[in-house]
C-alpha cells in the first residue's frame, strides 16, 4: 500500500522552481524516500531518493522535513520537458525491493 | 533511454487468448520486475525475478506467469485473457535484489488490447 500523499495536480511557469510536497507521516526509521517521474505513458524514471539528509543530483534537489514526516522534490528550473507525473515513494532500506506507486502528482509546466 | 528492452510495443488481441511479452534487463542487472498500469489500478507491482529466482509477488493473477531465463531476460505470460487485462505492462531491472542503492530502470512498456 502507499503511504504517501500527494497532490493531485500542480502548475509551474516555464523556467520557475517547481516544489513538489509529499506527506509520509508513518514513515519507518529504516525507511527511504524515492522520486520517481511519469511522462506519458513512458517508464517511469528515478529521479532521486534520500533518508533524512537533503539530497542534490543534476534532475533534482530533495529536501526531507526533520521529523521526516514529510518531504518536497525541487526541480530548480522547471521546462516544458518535465511535465510528467510525479510519484513519492516509501521504500525500506532492506528487504523487498518492489516499488509502491501512489498516484502521484500530475505536473504540467506552462510556458 | 533506460537500457530496459520491452517487445513488442502494443499487443492486440482477443479474449480468452494468451500472449507473452518479454523483457531484456540493463546489461549487469540481476533483478527484473514486472508492473502492470492500468486507467482503473494505476501502476501495480506484478512480480520481481532475481537471478532466475522468485523473489517477490504483488497483484498477480492465477492466469498470469513469469519466468527468467539463464541469459537474465524474462518473459510475462498471460493467459485467459479478459477484458480488464487491457494495461500498460512495464520491467523494470536493478542491479541486486533489494537494498539502498538499487534503484529500478524501466523499460518503455507493452501496451497490451484485448479486444
Known amino acids: 500500500d502507499a503511504k504517501t500523499t500527494q497532490p493531485p495536480s500542480m502548475d509551474c511557469a516555464e523556467g520557475r522552481a517547481a516544489n513538489l510536497p509529499c506527506n509520509h507521516s508513518?514513515?519507518?526509521?529504516?525507511?527511504?524516500v524515492y522520486w520517481y517521474r511519469q511522462i506519458h505513458s513512458q517508464g517511469p524514471q528515478y529521479i532521486i531518493h534520500?533518508?533524512?539528509n537533503n539530497e542534490t543530483n543534476e534532475m533534482a534537489s530533495l529536501i526531507i522535513t526533520e521529523d521526516r514526516k514529510s518531504s518536497t522534490l525541487i526541480l530548480p528550473h522547471a521546462t516544458l520537458r518535465d511535465t510528467a507525473v510525479y510519484y513519492c515513494?516509501?521504500?525500506?532500506?532492506?528487504?523487498?525491493?518492489?516499488?509502491?506507486f501512489g498516484t502521484g502528482t500530475r505536473l504540467t509546466v506552462i510556458p | 533511454d533506460s537500457g530496459v528492452t520491452q517487445t513488442p510495443k502494443h499487443l492486440i488481441t482477443a479474449t480468452g487468448q494468451r500472449v507473452t511479452l518479454r523483457c531484456s534487463p540493463r546489461?549487469?542487472?540481476?533483478?527484473v520486475y514486472w508492473y502492470q498500469q492500468s486507467l482503473d489500478q494505476g501502476l501495480q507491482f506484478l512480480i520481481q525475478?532475481?537471478?532466475?529466482?522468485?523473489?517477490a509477488k504483488g497483484n498477480i493473477l492465477e492466469r498470469f506467469s513469469a519466468q527468467q531465463f539463464p541469459d537474465l531476460h524474462s518473459e510475462l505470460n498471460l493467459s485467459s485473457l479478459e477484458l480488464g487485462d487491457s494495461a500498460l505492462y512495464f520491467c523494470?531491472?536493478?542491479?541486486?535484489?533489494?537494498?539502498?542503492?538499487?534503484?529500478?530502470?524501466f523499460g518503455p512498456g507493452t501496451r497490451l488490447t484485448v479486444l
Open positions: 523494470a531491472s536493478s542491479i541486486g535484489v533489494g537494498g539502498l542503492y538499487n534503484e529500478q530502470f
Open positions: 508513518t514513515i519507518s526509521g529504516n525507511e527511504y
Open positions: 534520500g533518508l533524512k
Open positions: 515513494i516509501v521504500r525500506p532500506q532492506t528487504g523487498a525491493n518492489n516499488l509502491f
Open positions: 546489461s549487469g542487472d540481476l533483478s
Open positions: 525475478y532475481y537471478n532466475g529466482e522468485e523473489r
